[in-house]
């Protein structure tokens, strides 16, 4: 027997709702009640320069984090961008 033009076998049915399916799970809400992170300045671990940590903040009731540390890196030269030659008064 021949299929109709109307009948849907159940892969067909299924390709057709699928992007529905993945249409709502990618529908991810950005809570505007957050505001954007504000970063402080990097403070090295130990002595002028080399890896540390800066700390960022933002604001908002809703927000799931509201504090977090990221490390970051500042340059061993970078004194000499400024002028500094080592030298002592």
Same mark, same amino acid.
């Given at each position: 027997?021949?299929?109709?033009?109307?009948? %849907?076998?159940?892969?067909?049915? /299924? =390709?057709?709702?699928?992007? &529905?399916? $993945?249409?709502?799970?990618?529908? $991810?809400?950005?809570?505007? *009640? #957050? @505001? &954007?992170?504000? /970063?402080?300045? #990097?403070?090295?671990?130990?002595? *002028? +320069?080399?890896?540390?940590?800066? &700390? @960022?903040?933002?604001? @908002? =009731?809703e +927000?799931?984090?509201?504090?977090?540390?990221?490390? #970051?890196?500042?340059? +061993?030269?970078?004194? $000499?961008? %400024?002028? *500094? $030659? @080592?030298?002592?008064?």
């Amino acid at each position: 027997m021949l299929p109709s033009r109307h009948s %849907f076998s159940s892969w067909q049915l /299924w =390709a057709l709702l699928k992007p &529905e399916r $993945k249409r709502s799970q990618k529908k $991810k809400v950005k809570r505007s *009640d #957050c @505001g &954007e992170w504000q /970063w402080s300045v #990097c403070v090295p671990t130990s002595g *002028d +320069c080399g890896l540390g940590t800066g &700390e @960022g903040t933002r604001t @908002g =009731a809703e +927000c799931k984090h509201t504090m977090k540390t990221q490390r #970051c890196k500042i340059p +061993c030269n970078w004194k $000499k961008q %400024f002028g *500094d $030659k @080592g030298k002592i008064p």
